[in-house]
């Protein structure tokens, strides 16, 4: 198995689709412009289950 690890300064991990918590924060932002319904949506994005397996190669 290999473990993957990722820095988090840069990388976010999110649910494939969006939740109604994320996409009521983009539409709060809409008015702004893209990059900052994007933001929103990453700043209310659920944190996934734990713990998180390693992938197999």
């Known amino acids: ?3 993957v690890t990722y820095d988090e300064s840069k990388w ?3 649910p494939i689709d969006a939740t109604r918590k994320m996409i009521d924060a983009a539409k709060a932002v809409e008015e702004d412009g893209y990059d900052a319904m994007h ?3 990453l700043k209310n ?3 996934p289950p ?3 397996y390693p992938v197999p190669q």
């Open 1 to 3: 198995m290999k473990t």
């Open 12 to 14: 976010h991990l999110t």
């Open 39 to 41: 933001k929103a949506m």
């Open 45 to 47: 994005s659920p944190s």
């Open 50 to 52: 734990l713990p998180l």
